[in-house]
């Protein structure tokens, strides 16, 4: 896999990790909205041109190491990230 670096980018009680694919300007996105402790994992955004390389997972894994860091819950509110959770039970200590 070519690689990916993960960038956090807040503003105020939203905020984005965005995807940068070594070898693309394209950028995978996963948006989130914040209520107290728990995050709201909204939308998982991957232009076609960089499909198909796990970075939707990568974003994912960011958020919930993320999460570990900084002590707080993940609701998964889009069905990727939903999807990601039940192949991942032991995410569940982050899980809302």
Known sequence: MVGVTITKHEFGSAGEYHAHVADSEHIGRLT?????LVRSADHTLVPEAIGGRGVAMRLVEAMVADARENHF???????????????????ADVKA
């Open 32 to 36: 989130w909205t914040e209520r107290g």
């Open 73 to 91: 819950k993940i609701e998964p509110a889009c069905s990727y990230v939903a999807v990601a959770f039940k192949r991942h039970p032991e995410w």
